[in-house]
C-alpha cells in the first residue's frame, strides 16, 4: 500500500495521453501527488477511453491509493473544413466563412473562403462582430452575412490550415450544450464508472440541469463540472455555481472570448463565489505550459499557480504538460512544491471563512474553529456521501487536514477533488464509538495520526433513548 504523501491542500488533476498513458507512468503519477485523472475526449475513441479507465483502477488497486476519473466531454464546437493547403491570409484580405457549400455563389470573385461546420452560424452572427480562428492568432471582422456565407475582413493575418477552431467573442451560439457525441461518450463512461463528467462552453444552469437528467436517468453517481468557457457563463456565472458540483475556470477558451485583462477578474470573481457557498473550483489551462517542452517552468507561471492557491482554489489542472509534454512528472512536482509553500503562507494570514446560515454549517464551522486554535490538530469526520466533508472544507482551515471516513469508495474518489480533505474507506459504518476507534486504529496504522496528537471530531453519539444526534468531540490519541 503506498504511505499517505505529505499534506498539500490543494488537489492536483493530470490529464492523460501519449506521454502518461503507460502502466508505469500512471504509477508515477498517483505516486508524484496527482489526486484526480482526467480524459479530454475531443480526440479519444471509445476503445481507448474503456482500457484507459480500466488501466486507472488496475494500478489505483495495486498501489492502494484510489484516484478520481474525470471525462471530460467534448461539447459544441465550431471549427473550419478541410483546406487542401493551409491559407496565407493577408492583412486586410476579404474572407468567407461559407456555412451552406451547396448553395450557388457567384464562382467569378476572387474571394477565398472555407467551409464551416455550423450550417446556422450565419443566423447567429451579426455584421460587426470579430471571428476569432485558431486560438485567437487570426482576427477577422464581419463585413456582410448572406444565406450561403459571411463575408469578413482579415485584420490579424496568419495561416489558415484545416479543422481550426473558430471562437465568437460576445456571440450566443445557439448550438446543443450537451451533444449527440457527447451522449454517447458518457454512456461509456457511465458503464465503466466515472467520478466526473465536465461539461464544456456551459452557458446557463439549465445545461447542467440537462446532463443532470441524463446522468440520474442511466444510475450514475458521477458529479458534474461545469466549465465556464464564454461571455454568456460569466453573465449566467452565480446560477450556474448553485447548479452545478464543481465549477472549472478553463482559461483557454475563456481567455480568448472575453478580454484578456477580465480574465484575472473573472476567475477571482468565480473563485470568491465557490468559496462563499462551499462549492469546489478548478483553475485550468496554460498553469505550466512552458513545461511542455522545457524543464522549468517561467517566473510568471509560477506566479499563476501561486496566485491559484493564494485565492484558495480546491484543484490546479495540467492538460497538454501532461499528455503529450516531456516533462509530466516535474510539471505535477512544481505544482505541488508551490502549492505547499503558499499553504503555509496562507496560515499565517488568517482570512475569516464564508458564513454559512444553515444550522449544520455553523456546527462545523464551530469545528474548524477549535480546529484552528489546537496546534498540530487534525479534523476527522465521517461522511456517507461527502457532504459532511466538503462542509468542512467550505470553512477552510487553516492548518487542520480533514480525515474523511467513508463507507463508500465513489464518495472517496469524490472527495479527491475537494481542498484540504484526505479521504479513507472505512467499512462498515457500525455504532458510533466502535466507528471511531477503528477509525483512530485505520489512521495509526496508515502512519496519519501518532499518539499525543489532537483531534477535532464530527461523529454521532447515541443518546439513552438510541437517537442519533451530531457531536464534536475533543480527543487526545493514546
Same mark, same amino acid.
Given at each position: 500500500m503506498m504511505p499517505p504523501p505529505p499534506f498539500r491542500r490543494t488537489k492536483i488533476i493530470a490529464t492523460l495521453g501519449p506521454a502518461t498513458e503507460s502502466h508505469e507512468m500512471l504509477a508515477q503519477l498517483i505516486r508524484s501527488g496527482v489526486d484526480v485523472i482526467r480524459l479530454n475526449m475531443a480526440h479519444a475513441s471509445h476503445e481507448w477511453t474503456r482500457k484507459i479507465i480500466r488501466?486507472?483502477?488496475?494500478?489505483?488497486?495495486?498501489?492502494?491509493?484510489?484516484?478520481?476519473?474525470?471525462?471530460d466531454i467534448k461539447g459544441p464546437e465550431i471549427r473550419t473544413g478541410d483546406v487542401a493547403v493551409p491559407i496565407e491570409l493577408q492583412p486586410g484580405e476579404i474572407f468567407d466563412f461559407t456555412v451552406k457549400p451547396e448553395s450557388t455563389r457567384d464562382r467569378a470573385e476572387e474571394i477565398r473562403s472555407v467551409d464551416v461546420n455550423y450550417r446556422n452560424l450565419v443566423n447567429d452572427i451579426q455584421v460587426g462582430d470579430t471571428v476569432l480562428v485558431d486560438n485567437g492568432l487570426i482576427r477577422l471582422e464581419v463585413l456582410e452575412k448572406r444565406d450561403s456565407h459571411i463575408r469578413c475582413r482579415v485584420l490579424t493575418p496568419g495561416q489558415l490550415s484545416s479543422r481550426r477552431h473558430i471562437n465568437l467573442p460576445g456571440v450566443h451560439v445557439n448550438l446543443p450544450s450537451f451533444t449527440e457525441k457527447d451522449r454517447g461518450d458518457t454512456l461509456v463512461g457511465i458503464s465503466e464508472g466515472i467520478d466526473f463528467v465536465a461539461?464544456?462552453?456551459?452557458?446557463?444552469?439549465?445545461? #447542467? #440541469?440537462?446532463?443532470?437528467?441524463?446522468?440520474?436517468?442511466?444510475?450514475?453517481?458521477?458529479?458534474?463540472?461545469?466549465?465556464?468557457?464564454?461571455?454568456?457563463?460569466?453573465?449566467?456565472?452565480?446560477?450556474?455555481?448553485r447548479a452545478t458540483d464543481v465549477l472549472m475556470v478553463a482559461r483557454g477558451d475563456l481567455g480568448i472570448e472575453?478580454?484578456?485583462?477580465?480574465?484575472?477578474?473573472?476567475?477571482?470573481?468565480?473563485?470568491?463565489?465557490?468559496?462563499?457557498?462551499?462549492?469546489?473550483?478548478?483553475?485550468?489551462?496554460?498553469?505550466?505550459?512552458?513545461?511542455i517542452g522545457q524543464p522549468m517552468p517561467t517566473r510568471a507561471e509560477i506566479t499563476d499557480v501561486a496566485n491559484a492557491v493564494f485565492e484558495q482554489a480546491d484543484c490546479v489542472m495540467l492538460s497538454g504538460e501532461t499528455t503529450v509534454g516531456r516533462y509530466p512528472l516535474e510539471c505535477v512536482g512544481v505544482l505541488d512544491k508551490i502549492s505547499r509553500?503558499?499553504?503555509?503562507?496562507?496560515?499565517?494570514?488568517? #482570512?475569516?471563512?464564508?458564513?454559512?446560515?444553515?444550522?449544520?454549517?455553523?456546527?462545523?464551522?464551530?469545528?474548524?474553529?477549535?480546529?484552528?486554535?489546537?496546534?498540530?490538530?487534525?479534523?476527522?469526520?465521517?461522511?456517507?456521501?461527502? #457532504?459532511?466533508?466538503?462542509?468542512?472544507?467550505?470553512h477552510r482551515p487553516l492548518r487542520a487536514p480533514i480525515l474523511a471516513l467513508t463507507d463508500s469508495a465513489e464518495t472517496l474518489r469524490h472527495l479527491r477533488i475537494v481542498r484540504s480533505v484526505e479521504p479513507y474507506l472505512l467499512q462498515p459504518f457500525d455504532d458510533p464509538e466502535k466507528t471511531i476507534l477503528r477509525a483512530l486504529e485505520l489512521l495509526t496504522q496508515r502512519g496519519r495520526i501518532k499518539a499525543g496528537d489532537k483531534l477535532v471530531i464530527i461523529s454521532d453519539v447515541m443518546t439513552s433513548s438510541q437517537h442519533r444526534i451530531d457531536s464534536i468531540q475533543l480527543r487526545t490519541v493514546e
Open positions: 488501466r486507472i483502477r488496475d494500478v489505483s488497486r495495486e498501489l492502494g491509493h484510489e484516484v478520481a476519473i474525470m471525462m461539461l464544456s462552453f456551459v452557458r446557463e444552469a439549465a445545461d #447542467v #440541469v440537462q446532463l443532470r437528467g441524463f446522468l440520474k436517468e442511466h444510475g450514475s453517481p458521477a458529479r458534474i463540472v461545469a466549465k465556464i468557457e464564454d461571455q454568456s457563463a460569466i453573465n449566467n456565472l452565480d446560477e450556474i455555481i472575453i478580454p484578456y485583462e477580465e480574465l484575472p477578474v473573472v476567475q477571482r470573481r468565480a473563485v470568491g463565489t465557490c468559496l462563499s457557498i462551499g462549492r469546489p473550483v478548478i483553475i485550468a489551462t496554460h498553469m505550466l505550459e512552458s513545461m509553500r503558499i499553504e503555509e503562507e496562507i496560515a499565517c494570514e488568517f #482570512v475569516e471563512p464564508a458564513v454559512f446560515l444553515a444550522e449544520r454549517m455553523k456546527l462545523l464551522r464551530s469545528a474548524v474553529v477549535m480546529a484552528n486554535e489546537l496546534p498540530n490538530s487534525a479534523i476527522l469526520c465521517f461522511t456517507r456521501r461527502g #457532504v459532511t466533508a466538503a462542509g468542512l472544507a467550505a
